[in-house]
């Protein structure tokens, strides 16, 4: 007898980041020991107040915290020019993700980032179809549901069918590249997320707000 056509469904492990965009500055090596207990990685916002209208932070503080924690770092680089600066956050940072936007040849640029992980990011209003060769070389597709630049923004719900689209050709293709959803991220969004097939979480002014760890607990249970 051959098995029924049930579907099977494959439970992925969910993976959450927290972002420190929201955290208060003046505490980031605390704050950083407060989450280790209940995030999987740490994601950084590095933004040059040129590809986004927002300045925050480079290699100087992430070498700090470097020494804090033994968490994985994420850099999302939210800059004009990830050719020149990527290496600035290759000893730091695990994992390295630029915006397809901001590279006249993305394919030929996430082949020599040097990183354990890479990854490529698209804005809200970047066609999905743009990131397809260049999953074969991404460990992460970061698709962005606030315009980047602040935290706290509203969840824009075209991602949904995005992550569904991704999560499709990722299954057919048998590729490994997984999908991450960064901004506007709480319970009711995470779910909504989760259910269209990413496999990670990016919350900051979420889980900044107090309550983390039931908060972590929730969608870990979803
Ligand atoms: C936005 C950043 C996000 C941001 C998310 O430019 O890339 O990572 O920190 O913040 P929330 O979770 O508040 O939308
Ligand atoms: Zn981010």
């Known amino acids: 007898m051959f098995p029924s056509q049930e579907k099977i469904m494959i439970k992925r492990r969910l993976q959450i980041g927290f972002s420190i965009l929201s955290s208060d500055f003046s505490s980031l090596g605390t ?55 990527w290496k600035w956050y290759a000893p730091s940072c695990e994992r390295i993700i630029f915006h397809i936007e901001t590279v006249k040849n993305p ?36 698709l962005m549901a606030v315009p980047p630049g602040f935290a706290g923004q509203k969840f824009d719900e075209r991602v949904l069918r995005k992550i569904d689209y991704l999560r499709k050709y990722i299954n057919v293709n048998k590729l490994k590249c997984r999908i991450s959803v ?6 009711t969004t995470a779910a909504r997320c989760i259910s269209s097939g990413a496999d ?15 908060k972590m607990k929730k969608l870990r249970s979803l």
Do not use: C
């Not at 020599?112 to 999905?128: D, Y």
């Not at 960064?182 to 319970?187: H, L, R, Y």
């Not at 990670?200 to 039931?214: K, Q």
């Open 31 to 85: 704050e950083l020991k407060k989450y280790e207990k209940i995030v999987d990685f740490i994601h950084m916002d590095i933004m040059d107040g040129n590809f986004v209208p927002n300045l925050t932070f480079g290699p100087p503080l992430i070498d700090s915290l470097r020494r804090r924690t033994k968490l994985l770092f994420e850099a999302h680089l939210m800059v004009a020019n990830p050719v020149a600066q």
């Open 107 to 142: 394919l030929g640029f996430i082949k020599i980032i040097k990183a354990k992980e890479k990854g490529v990011s698209l804005n809200p209003s970047t066609p999905v179809s743009e990131v397809r060769k260049l999953l074969e070389y991404a460990d992460v597709a970061l």
């Open 182 to 187: 960064d901004g506007g991220i709480n319970g």
């Open 200 to 214: 990670i979480i990016i919350t900051s002014s979420w889980f900044s707000s107090g309550g983390a760890a039931g």
